[in-house]
């Protein structure tokens, strides 16, 4: 099964029909959260995505009023059909019509994007994009950081363990930040912490369709949900795009 948390059979889904139209837990261990607490939170989601409630198949973080960052590996199936997504602002349970929802004008997708695999795993390398709103929101945003020690707070509307694809209700947990040895030792070579942090444990972790969301570390996006084997599995913790080591790539984006 393939665990970047989206799922490339997702994002191959979303393609495979958006083609035919046109000539990746809710964290695991998590507890029930109400968006309009995080009004920087987005769902991300297409209408051509039918398996999820609201299209949802990854999330983001408004960093800028019509800027909202999340996983390259979200995006990149929507090369040439950017404005198929939609972003959506408060919205709890995927299965209402509430919050607010705003269509992509544009997308930049890390130029160094590329996957490989770790047993049969699918890796995200560069996994960081940036969507482009086609209008300007009031809303909070939330400023770029970096991984540090202690506990991070992840959020997500996806599924809260490996099989159970049914969740459609926000949650958020604290999950430690883990050595990058941790990942080495579960990952090998890829693990590339130049470009990936380390986080998450056995008993609370992020799993499919949190794909892009973000770990906050003292009131900043410092890490975006990418890849890992499993959900929460034993000696293999989550892996993070590290935004720092990007910082200087998103900030030209929201000029």
């Avoid at 009004?39 to 409630?53: D, E, V």
Wanted: net charge positive.
């Amino acid at each position: 099964m393939h665990f970047a948390r989206t799922t490339a059979t997702a994002a191959s889904l979303v393609l495979m029909t958006a083609l035919s139209a046109a000539p990746a837990a809710a964290v695991v261990a998590g507890t029930p959260a109400g968006a309009p607490a995080y009004p920087w939170l987005a769902s991300i989601g297409s209408q051509l995505f039918f398996l999820r409630p609201s299209g949802q198949f990854c999330g983001g973080t408004l960093v800028a009023p019509d800027k909202v960052l999340t996983a390259a590996h979200c995006v990149a199936p929507f090369a040439k059909l950017i404005g198929a997504l939609r972003v959506t602002f408060g919205r709890t349970d995927l299965k209402r019509a509430n919050g607010v929802t705003v269509s992509v004008r544009k997308a930049w997708v890390h130029p160094g994007f590329h996957e490989t695999t770790f047993q049969g795993e699918m890796v995200e390398h560069d996994d960081v994009a940036v969507l482009t709103l086609s209008r300007r929101l009031p809303r909070a945003v939330l400023p770029l950081g970096r991984m540090t020690s202690g506990k991070a707070l992840v959020l997500g509307w996806g599924t809260v363990s490996e099989s159970d694809l049914l969740n459609a209700v926000l949650r958020a947990a604290r999950i430690p930040v883990d050595p990058d040895a941790a990942c080495t030792k579960a990952y090998g070579s890829s693990f590339d912490a130049r470009g990936m942090a380390c986080a998450g444990s056995s008993r609370a972790d992020t799993c499919l369709f949190d794909s892009g969301g973000p770990l906050i570390l003292q009131g900043r996006v410092a890490g975006l949900t990418s890849w890992a084997a499993g959900c929460a599995r034993p000696g293999f913790p989550g892996v993070y795009t590290r935004v720092s080591a990007y910082a200087d790539d998103i900030e030209a984006q929201l000029r």
